[in-house]
T-cell receptor, first 114, second 113 residues
């Protein structure tokens, strides 16, 4: 089984709809991240969390919110989806230890907002 | 703040040949880490190799190696004996004490048979 899973894998929604993307991990990592990938722009950080009580904004958090329900679960919500939020979304995890900066990625969720 | 620049949007290589992907970075941190991730058509992000900035020795993983030039802030990836399965988008990334990664925009590698 995959260590980091994302649901759904693909989603089509309409402008103005609320949508939630979910991420679960079995790696036992404390750190979790949400990124979006757009063609030609690489990956950009939306939100990150270093433990259940810690939530931080990344460089492009406007229009998004997150919830860390447990150490293993980190959800990303689009309260009112808009077409420019069409992108590939990745969840990632990492250990909270010095020298453990490597991040491990889920398979991604492709979101299309019409 | 950290920045990562990949100046080659696309590269191509013949099967069995060697190719080098370029990456430059800028960081204010003294202790940082550098990474190359591979994204094949399956879109999964796969760690290829990592380098600790305090280590002078270049990292190597089988056919993948890096040329880390700390003073020049350069971190290139060399792929030897290229295989068809190496075709992918490659991302360079840097990370530091804040446990956040900054990614470049990627280089699309094509491997020709």
């Amino acid at each position: 089984d995959a260590d980091v899973t994302q649901t759904p894998r693909n989603r089509i929604t309409k402008t103005g709809k609320r949508i939630m993307l979910e991420c679960s991990q079995t790696k036992g990592h404390d750190r979790m991240y949400w990124y979006r990938q757009d063609p030609g722009l690489g990956l950009r950080l939306i939100y990150y969390s270093f433990d259940v009580k810690d939530i931080n904004k990344g460089e492009i958090s406007d229009g998004y919110s997150v919830s860390r329900q447990a150490q293993a679960k980190f959800s990303l919500s689009l309260e009112s989806a808009i077409p420019n939020q069409t992108a590939l979304y990745f969840c990632a995890t990492g250990k909270a230890l010095p020298g453990e900066e490597t991040q491990y990625f889920g398979p991604g969720t492709r979101l299309l907002v019409l | 703040a950290q920045t990562v620049t990949q100046s080659q949007p696309e590269m191509s290589v013949q099967e069995a040949e060697t190719v080098t992907l370029s990456c430059t970075y800028d960081t204010s941190e003294s202790d940082y880490y550098l990474f190359w991730y591979k994204q094949p058509p399956s879109r999964q992000m796969i760690l290829v190799i990592r380098q600790e900035a305090y280590k002078q020795q270049n990292a190597t993983e089988n056919r993948f190696s890096v040329n880390f030039q700390k003073a020049a802030k350069s971190f290139s990836l060399k792929i030897s004996d290229s295989q068809l399965g190496d075709a992918a988008m490659y991302f360079c990334a840097s990370g530091g004490s804040n446990y956040k990664l900054t990614f470049g925009k990627g280089t699309l590698l094509t491997v020709n048979p």
